[in-house]
């Protein structure tokens, strides 16, 4: 039975793919520049760029998690996940970075999607709670740090809305 795997799958389309109660990560992220990805307000926030880095870092995290294998990616702490700021011209790097990310997402997604709601009740590790717990998680941190580039994007005048089309 996939009721709960369904309900992941389509929360996760949501998130990145759907404008349906809130911007999805596609429209937050469409037309980036490099610049504006590497902007931060008065140097008190991460960039764009930054939180896009953090996303790909811990969207990855969790698909070796719930594969049982290693992260080749470590990190000292949370915030070293974020990165340095980016290059405001490196418009390759930035096209790199989006590219990643969508690719890990999709990666995930094909990850969630050969769950079944049995896998999800068991545990991703030896003594640490449930799959379905885990996608939970980093379902709403997804989400938090959407709403982070939004209102980045609304900082910098650069936010044309959302299309609800």
């Not at 469409?30 to 996303?55: C, D, K, P, Y």
């Not at 990855?60 to 702490?77: M, Y």
């Not at 990643?100 to 969630?112: A, F, G, Q, S, Y």
């Not at 379905?132 to 900082?155: A, C, F, N, P, W």
Request: net charge negative; proline share 2%.
């Amino acid at each position: 039975m996939k009721v709960v795997t369904n309900m992941f799958l389509e929360q996760l389309e949501m998130n990145y793919h759907k404008n349906d109660w809130f911007a999805s990560m596609d429209q937050a992220l469409r037309g980036v520049t490099a610049t504006e990805a590497a902007w931060t307000s008065s140097g008190n926030s991460n960039s764009i760029w930054q939180i896009v880095n953090h996303l790909i870092f811990w969207n990855e995290d969790v698909i070796h998690r719930i594969k049982g294998t290693e992260n080749p990616q470590k990190a000292e702490d949370n915030e070293e996940t974020f990165g340095n700021t980016g290059d405001p011209e490196d418009v390759n790097g930035w096209a790199q970075t989006m590219q990643r990310l969508n690719e890990v997402m999709n990666h995930l997604k094909t990850v969630i999607a050969d769950l079944d709601d049995e896998k999800l009740k068991a545990p991703y590790a030896a003594d640490r709670y449930s799959i379905e717990r885990l996608l939970s998680h980093i379902m709403m941190h997804d989400t938090y740090h959407l709403g982070q580039i939004v209102l980045l994007r609304k900082l910098q005048s650069t936010w044309d809305g959302v299309d609800w089309s």
